[in-house]
């Protein structure tokens, strides 16, 4: 499978922005999805994942009542909503799927897409 993600752009503190990850292939919906985020110097960070079916998500802590993942198997298309964002959110941000169950593992994905920069000015 293919991932594209895009949505990312410059916002100030509190605003919003949705990011978007379509995805290439008819089997879209056997996958679970997560997005990650990396920071200039950081390592790649786990954001948000969700099964197959939806049903089940999963965030960091840093993120937890601020965004919402959601997926659109019919548009093979997972979504990133983030609001109420932080200067420390300014990352770019990758998705990223797998066959297999969720997982905040990076190294559980066995594809991903290229960043999409998100930047939070103070």
């Known amino acids: 499978v293919q991932l594209q993600a895009s949505g990312g752009g410059l916002v100030q503190a509190g605003g919003s922005l949705r990011l978007s990850c379509a995805a290439s292939?008819?089997?879209?919906?056997?996958?679970?999805l997560a997005w990650f985020r990396q920071a200039p110097e950081n390592k790649r960070d786990f954001v948000s994942g969700?099964?197959?079916?939806?049903?089940?998500?999963s965030y960091a802590d840093s993120v937890k009542g601020r965004f919402t993942i959601s997926r659109d198997n019919a548009k093979n298309t997972v979504y990133l909503q983030m609001n109420s964002l932080k200067p420390e959110d300014s990352a770019a941000y990758y998705c990223?799927?797998?066959?297999?169950?969720?997982?905040?593992?990076?190294?559980?994905?066995?594809?991903w897409g290229q960043g999409t920069q998100v930047t939070v000015s103070s």
């Open positions: 292939g008819r089997t879209f919906s056997y996958y679970s």
């Open positions: 969700i099964s197959v079916g939806g049903r089940r998500t």
């Open positions: 990223a799927a797998d066959e297999n169950r969720p997982s905040r593992f990076l190294l559980d994905y066995k594809y």
